[in-house]
């Protein structure tokens, strides 16, 4: 039998508290066949020493459907924005590097705080209003093939990637990203929805809002889902500049 | 509406570079292709635009401020991006790096320019073809204009491709994809037109 046995190995940018410098760490783990990055995170869990042989305290990610749709787990693998646990480690590259998306304020190790996403969604009104005080009856109906189109939008599972990828998403500025803009553009394509577009496009016309996008197209490169984020920006851009024309020269206000 | 601002200095800045600075570059660059047919006629193409009636006004509000407001506006753009071309090696990446640091390197070059030729003027120096040739006499000079000339055409050709997506006028990816063959084919042929031109004074 061999004795040497087939490891794994990681460089984890790791980080105490949301207010401490972040440290790297290095780890060797036993390999398994069809390990991903999540796997391994657990054995580093289960037996917390580093590479040196030193016992440290387990690394902390975030995690829950294990299978891209929840977006919780997106982390920056070898440079690149994605979801950890489709991230398979036979397709990466060793050492494989671990870093959080600094985009969004660290929590601890790999784990950021994405709640100006879900603000975000509060802000643009990404949801259809349906309750009244009674039953309004069926809503209009949508052709089959506008749902199939605006299926591929509702994809979106907020995991902040595209955001992590857009120069003018930073520190200096207030740009609200990729995802909450396009969710305007499904909201807004929806036969309800549409009775609130106007809204919609008057939140996207505030400070930090659509006109911030300078086309670095990055998103649209980056999403784990293929949306077509850049495509939805450049249609949100004509939307707006009809409602900026409605909105000063005057004509029904919704 | 209160927060809206940031939507219309966007707008207008984007607006101002295509109209009427843009159009005022290509002018600008047309009239001094004239000098490669000799110096009387560019000396003759210069003083018709001189004697444009309006001068001054058109001069303060179809360049003067529209430009100030875009290059201000567009340094203010440039600053809060935070540049990743190393992370995100993607042709539209890098496009957007350059059309940044192409606006940095047109606002240096624009301002020496203008010194160097329209406030000298308005100082009593004489703009015309004789000026040209001495200033690029020097190759140091030389080099710097024709940098200045490729940064200031590239930046407006890439600039049109994102104006178009700026106005939702190209909306597709097959649209943008043509886009980026349009104006590019506008940076090369612009960029023959200034060098052409600028080397008529060398
Ligand atoms: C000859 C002078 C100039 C011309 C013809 C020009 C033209 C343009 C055009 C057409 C655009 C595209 C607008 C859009 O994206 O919708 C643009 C964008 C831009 N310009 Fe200029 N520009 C000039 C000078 C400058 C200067 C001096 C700066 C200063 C740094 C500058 C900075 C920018 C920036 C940062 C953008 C990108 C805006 C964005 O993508 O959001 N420009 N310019
Ligand atoms: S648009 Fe794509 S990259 Fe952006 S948050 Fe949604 S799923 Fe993630
Ligand atoms: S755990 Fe849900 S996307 Fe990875």
């Known amino acids: 039998m061999m004795s040497e046995k087939k490891t794994v190995r990681f ?3 790791r980080q105490d508290r949301p207010d401490s410098p972040p440290y790297e760490e290095e780890f060797e783990i036993p390999y398994r066949p069809n390990m991903n990055v999540i796997s391994a995170l657990m054995e580093i869990r289960r037996n917390p020493v580093n590479a040196k042989g030193e016992k440290t305290t387990p690394v902390v990610w975030e995690m829950n459907c294990l299978e891209e749709v929840c977006g919780a787990c997106s982390m920056v693998i070898n440079g690149k924005p994605r979801q950890s646990c489709t991230a398979l480690i036979d397709h990466l590259e060793q050492p494989i590097r671990l870093e959080p998306m600094r985009t969004f304020p660290v929590v601890r190790d790999l784990q950021v705080d994405r709640s100006r996403m879900f603000d975000s969604l509060k802000k643009v009104k990404a949801w259809i209003p349906i309750d009244g005080t009674h039953d309004l009856g069926p809503g209009p109906r949508m052709p089959e093939r506008k749902r199939q189109w605006a299926y591929e939008l509702s994809k979106c599972m907020t995991c902040g990637v595209c955001l992590e990828a857009c120069p003018n998403v930073n520190s200096k500025s207030n740009f609200i990203g990729p995802a909450p803009l396009s969710q305007v553009r ?7 929805g549409a009775m609130n577009k106007a809204e919609r496009l008057e939140a996207i016309m505030g400070d930090g809002g659509l006109a911030n996008c300078g086309n670095s197209q990055n998103c649209v490169q980056s999403c784990p889902k293929g949306i077509p984020l850049t495509t939805s920006i450049a249609a949100l851009n004509r939307e707006v500049t009809i409602q900026a024309f409605r ?5 029904d206000q919704v | 509406m209160a927060g809206n601002r940031e939507f219309f200095y966007r707008r207008l800045h984007s607006l101002l570079g295509v109209i009427p600075v843009g159009l005022f570059l290509v002018q600008h660059l047309v009239v001094n292709h004239f000098a490669t ?11 018709f635009m001189e004697n444009l ?3 001054y006004f058109l001069e303060i509000f179809v360049i003067f401020l529209p430009l100030l407001f875009h290059a201000i506006y567009g340094l203010y753009i440039a600053f809060t991006a935070k540049n990743n071309v190393s ?4 042709f539209r990446n890098w496009m ?7 606006g940095i390197i047109t606002l240096i070059f624009v301002t020496w320019h203008v ?3 329209r406030v000298q003027a308005a100082f009593g120096a004489e703009v015309n073809y004789e000026m040209m040739a001495n200033i690029v006499d020097n190759p140091m000079m030389l080099g710097f204009y024709v940098l200045g000339i490729i940064s200031t055409v590239f930046h407006f050709s890439n600039g049109l491709w994102s104006f178009f997506v700026s106005w939702g006028i190209t909306v597709t990816p097959r649209s943008q994809q043509i886009s980026t063959y349009v104006t590019m084919a506008i940076f090369v042929a612009l960029s023959i037109v200034g060098i052409r031109a600028i080397l008529a004074f060398a």
């Open chain 2, 96 to 102: 957007f790096m350059l059309q940044r640091l192409s």
């Open chain 1, 186 to 192: 499904l909201f807004n394509a929806h036969p309800t």
């Open chain 1, 11 to 13: 460089i984890i940018t």
């Open chain 2, 37 to 47: 047919r000799g110096p009387e006629a560019f000396n003759r193409a210069a003083h």
């Open chain 2, 115 to 117: 010194w160097e030729t």
């Open chain 1, 247 to 251: 909105n000063f020269f005057g004509s």
């Open chain 2, 53 to 55: 009636p309006f001068r």
């Open chain 2, 87 to 90: 992370r995100y090696n993607y």
